[in-house]
């Protein structure tokens, strides 16, 4: 079964400082791994996610990650924090659940979730 | 860009009451997935249908039904609700095709019972 671990349900920084979210995972195959932001009362956007290939996976709005397989991990940062980043964030990761009849079961589990404020 | 869409946004019902949450994924999408996100909690995965045959199941209650139709709409059923069914619903939807892991998430619906 695959879990996620996310350390620290609550994280705070000043803008302009590092953001730093972290993402363990444990998975019984190589697994795909995604980063979606929540903003209040809004659904899931995806920031960015790792397949394959390159392990330094950039996404939207300067956020990367680095999936490390001997750690387990991919967290997240974002060089300098902006007001706007203020939200919940979720680490998940699917597997290739891949039918034989060609079918795709990519059903996600997510982590409990960190919470990022931003201080002025 | 098409989205996928959810219906209603917001529902509120009384306990023992039904309701029926609706799925229109994107456009070409032939999987369906569910999520509960309870307050506060994280998003739990529920059931997936692919080509109108469920294909995976979760943490789903046996209060809950949900099926995809033949426009590959999909619809979930809850009955008896409980306090506890209170809770942000999602659905998202993938795209036929190889490699493809994506989920595009609807903005949910949010069911408020009373």
């Known amino acids: 079964a695959q879990s996620v671990t996310q350390l620290g349900s609550h994280v705070s920084v000043s803008e302009g400082a590092l953001v730093l979210l972290r993402c363990n995972y444990s998975?019984?195959?190589?697994?795909?791994l995604f980063w979606y932001v929540q903003y209040p009362n809004q659904g899931l956007q995806l920031l960015l996610k790792?397949?394959?290939?390159?392990?330094l996976v950039k996404g939207i709005n300067g956020f990367e990650a680095e999936f490390k397989k001997s750690e387990t991990s991919f967290h997240l940062t974002k060089p300098s924090a902006h007001m706007s980043d203020a939200a919940e964030y979720f680490c998940?990761?699917?597997?290739?659940?891949?039918?034989?009849?060609?079918?795709?079961?990519?059903?996600?589990?997510f982590g409990k979730g960190t919470l990022l404020t931003v201080n002025p | 860009a098409a989205g996928v869409i959810q219906s209603p946004r917001h529902l509120i019902k009384e306990k023992r009451e039904t309701a029926t949450l609706k799925c229109y994924p994107i456009?070409?999408?032939?999987?369906v997935y569910w999520y509960q996100q309870g307050p506060g909690q994280d998003p739990q995965f529920l059931i997936s249908?692919?080509?109108?045959?469920?294909?995976d199941k979760g943490s789903i209650p046996d209060r809950f039904s949900a099926q995809q139709f033949s426009d590959y709409h999909s619809e979930l059923n809850m009955s008896s609700l409980e306090l506890g069914d209170s809770a942000l619903y999602f659905c998202a939807s993938n795209p036929p095709g190889a490699r493809v892991e994506t989920q595009y998430f609807g903005p949910g619906t949010r069911l408020l019972v009373l």
């Open positions: 790792y397949t394959t290939g390159a392990t």
């Open positions: 998975s019984s195959v190589p697994p795909y």
């Open positions: 456009p070409r999408h032939d999987t």
């Open positions: 998940a990761v699917s597997d290739d659940g891949r039918f034989n009849s060609g079918g795709s079961n990519y059903k996600l589990t």
């Open positions: 249908f692919y080509e109108k045959m469920q294909s």
